[in-house]
């Protein structure tokens, strides 16, 4: 994993993150670096979600696409915003 493969997961986790806050029902007040967590580890959730979904032929890791990260990356949001928070 190099130095840009790390960058361009926490761009792509905060556009995830901040679509999640945009769709989340109120106002969520997070800095940059916690919407790009909740993006990060919603896009994995939705990776999990995709992989019990569609299996994969080879049974190794799907990642999620734009659709299932945005979902996982809510689930995160809300258990976030409501257990941990």
């Given amino acids: 994993m190099g130095l840009f ?3 361009s997961m ?3 986790g905060f ?4 679509i999640a806050r945009f769709v989340y029902p109120g106002a969520v007040h997070m800095g940059f670096w916690m919407t790009a967590i909740i ?3 919603g896009s994995l959730v939705g990776g999990v979600i995709g992989g019990l979904i569609w ?3 080879d049974g190794k890791y799907h990642p999620a696409g734009w659709f299932l990260s945005i ?3 809510l689930i995160v ?3 976030y915003l409501n257990f941990v928070h």
Avoid at 15 to 18: P, R
């Fill in 71 to 73: 979902i996982g990356a």
């Fill in 77 to 79: 949001l809300y258990l």
């Fill in 55 to 57: 299996r994969s032929p």
């Fill in 15 to 18: 556009i995830v993150g901040v």
């Fill in 5 to 7: 493969h790390i960058i």
């Fill in 39 to 41: 993006g990060i580890i």
């Fill in 10 to 12: 926490i761009i792509v």
